[in-house]
């Protein structure tokens, strides 16, 4: 829940408590002055009291959230008045109301600003001096009646501090679990809930530009994890730099975040916000331990209709954008729907130059090479391709000692064809790599040469895999 929703749950019930609080005071007061008063006395002044309670009650329950401060006055000082009206009437019946001034001013402690706590606990202790003289005047009571004063004060400075030190003690909570650590972005939980909410009032479009760093991984493993913090935080303070104020910018998880452009339904005004938020990222160099890194992005942008999308289908259709951006050479924005979008890269080449052999990493290297088939084929293809790769990977494809390997691959019609070589040199016939491979496709055969590629087709039924030589 954002700090937005705390704020709107905390008026309503400000509001709905106030109806509350009149509900029970009306009936009170009424009954003490049947019962304890004259209500033939001054029925014109016991008549216009309880009219003011009354009224309160109706202007809290029909004007709603929003009232302004003027109108929460005269609810702080509507049931001093009104006791006031009925001493009037009968001393006695006021003088035995007294204790209900405690609880008004308590409920402005809770729920209103320390200067309407203040008139409250001013007009209440008028109020009660002057129906206590009423009551009985004489001398002694002027120690009851500062008593009463002084009680209705240390209640309402009591409660308020108490009130407004566990407020802020909520709303700080609630900011830090909002918000990504270190970034200051918003929280991919806090992020989804309020664009979710922001779909489904159908009350404006919104534009949506997904982008992650391109080869973040690199900066990481060549510069290290503090170079990659330096490099996150950067790019968010420059992004922060285009955004107005009540967009939201927020990490989905890793090097991969949202923005999402309040109020916006133009495509080719999100297009050239989409550049500008490009172009700040790599303008210039982040200063890093050992040296500096020229970020870039690769983007999607989708504009969100109201009530044109359902949360799923606004992610998944940027997510494709942004897909497309990676797969087409990537450091570019492409929005959904577009001819770029909608073009199949066919045959796309992906370099991974890293620690390869036997490498943990190298399934998260074999989805990020792959990554722009991602939304053209089953997740279970695509799940199936990143293991064949990974294996690959892992192992080398020769004899270990890889520097890098080079991909290609093709989607067509359902099918994955992959080429994965390696320029390293070797001549172990039987790496681990190739091991694990046999396992995973069939017909695979191999034969040794100083350089060697495999290749392999992945359809949704059973797959098929050849070996093929390269030249030396």
Sequence with gaps: MGTDSVTA??????????VGLYAVLVPLMSLAELTLGDASREPV?????????????AICAVWGDGMPTWVWAGMVVSTPIALAAYAVSSPSAAAALLPLLVVTVGWAAVFMPVRLVALSAGVSGTAAAGVALMDRPALHMLVPIAIEV?????????????????????????????TDPLTGARSRACLLEELHL??????????????????????????????????????????REVVRDRDVIGRLGGEEFLVVLDGLDDEQTLLAIGEKLRTSVCHRPVAVP????????????????????????????????????????????????????????????????????MSIEAPALARHAISPIKHRVSADLYDRTALVVSELVAGG?????????????????????????????????????????????????TEVTD????????GEEQPAATAVAAGV
């Excluded at 350089?451 to 992945?458: D, E, G, I």
């Design 198 to 239: 922001r779909i489904a009032s159908d009350e404006a479009s919104n534009g949506l530009i997904l982008f992650d760093l391109d080869h973040f991984k690199r900066i990481n493993d060549t510069k290290g994890h503090v170079a990659g913090d330096l490099v996150l935080q950067a790019v968010v303070s420059r992004v």
């Design 290 to 357: 050992g040296g500096e890194v020229v970020p870039t992005i690769s983007a999607g942008a989708v504009i969100v209709p109201p009530g044109g999308m359902s949360l799923r289908e606004a992610l998944l259709t940027v997510d494709g954008a942004l897909y497309a951006a990676k797969g087409s050479g990537r450091n570019r924005v492409i929005l959904a729907g577009s001819a770029e979008a909608a073009a199949d890269p066919g045959m796309f080449a992906v370099r991974i130059n890293e620690s390869l052999p």
């Design 150 to 178: 002084v009680t209705l004060l240390v209640v309402a400075a009591t409660v308020h501090t108490l009130v407004a030190s566990l407020k802020g003690a909520r709303l700080r909570a609630e900011e830090k679990a909002n």
């Design 45 to 57: 002044t016991l008549t216009l009291g309880t009219t003011l309670l009354v009224g309160q009650m």
């Design 397 to 445: 494809i020769v004899d270990g000692s890889a520097g890098e390997i080079e991909l290609h691959a093709e989607c067509q019609d359902g099918r994955v064809t992959l080429q994965v070589s390696s320029p390293g040199s070797g001549t172990a016939a039987d790496g681990q790599g190739m091991r694990l491979v046999r396992q995973l496709v069939d017909s695979i055969g």
């Design 451 to 458: 350089r060697r590629s495999v290749r392999c087709s992945l």
């Design 9 to 18: 749950d905390f008026r309503s019930l400000q509001r709905w408590s106030a």
